[in-house]
């Protein structure tokens, strides 16, 4: 069924991951500052002093992202129960923009907190330091400055890309196993499509590692590269995903940037099984992150019957949030609760001295990463583990 396509929104950049939106793995309530779950803080040389002001922005690429929006949307409602005032500033993917909307709020004399979704973390070292002086607390989401700010949550993006495609890997094996039909190339490998995002750092992070992760892998290889992130992600990835079934009708494996991307190729498969009469649960994508009410339900169909679509598993990172914070937040699901957006008002409100949160000035926070897949694969990286992708994390794409 073709996807309809969003009015698109040109877009140069944006996260978290989008970013946005958490998966399935650590704890469910984000741990106070001195708990142990952060990196170690800096040396705390900063003489940061909370202006009053009880007004907070989140500083995003895009608000048409609906993981990025999961994360900002919960970390407003959690300082909104403290008395603040949330808005939500579109970048639109400029990353100049986030510098000018940060001179904004110091101008604006009546904003006591930003969250930014960084796109270029030396580009706003100037203005973070003119916020922190003007008593403005500022945390980061999805990237680690070499600079200090209130705090910041980053993930191992790296991580999440070769999480995705050894996700994939044990797939392909345990289904051939069973007796699927999944074609080889004249090399004896099987056929990968891979939609990546090279626009901010992290996305060439975990571009680099999914796509060297395929390079040494015995049993994939990479056969196309194409981009989709952005408000017509969905569209996009469907057109996409139907060109590389049209260039290598082999190709049965897809690695997707985020979940939006996944279940847009998932949709291209779906015809194109149908008019080719093959089964769907010889095709799988997996996506390098999960949090998503419909790619969730999409998943918890597949594991029902693996014939369901072509959704396979997943790579993610976060943590979920319980039965009770949901329906806090949100108890018709419509509107999923981010955990690590608590964790996000966490570290400002802390910083603030507000209500009873407390975090060390200048602490950070890698997310747990985990993947899975429909055979019950567990892969688990938590903070403080040794990182298997450094290699992979350059500023430029490597192939």
Known sequence: MKIKKILAVV???AIVF??????????????????GSGAAAPDGTSDFEWNGQKEVWAILPTTGVPGLMMHADSMGWVMEQEGWTYV??????????QVTFVEDAIAAGNVGALMIAAMDTPMLEDVCEQARKAGIAVDFLGAAPDYEIAGYIATKYSIT?????????????KRVAEGGNIPKNADGKYEVAVDYYLDITDGIYRSNAIVGTLEDSETLTCVSTTQAYGNSAQQDAYDN?????????????????????????????????????LDLADFAVFPCYSEDPTFQADYAAVLADHSANAIKGYSSYGATATEEEQQKYDPTGANAYSPTGEKLAIILLGVC???????????????????????????????????PCEKYEVPNYLY
């Open 11 to 13: 877009l140069a950049a």
């Open 18 to 35: 989008a970013l946005a939106a958490c998966g399935s793995s650590g704890g469910n309530t984000p741990a106070p500052a001195g708990s």
């Open 88 to 97: 939500a500033k579109d970048a639109e993917g400029n990353p100049a923009n």
């Open 161 to 173: 890309g070769m999480y995705a495609v050894q996700a994939a890997e044990d797939w392909v094996e």
């Open 241 to 277: 995903a139907q060109a590389v079934l049209a260039a290598h009708p082999d190709c049965r494996i897809f690695i997707a940037y985020e979940p939006d991307e996944a279940m847009g190729a998932a949709a291209a498969i779906a015809d194109y099984a149908a008019q080719k009469g």
């Open 353 to 387: 001295g507000e209500g009873n949160y407390d975090w060390n000035y200048g602490e950070a926070y890698y997310d747990d990463i985990s993947a899975t897949n429909v055979y019950g694969l567990d892969l688990q990286w938590a903070n403080g583990d040794e990182n």
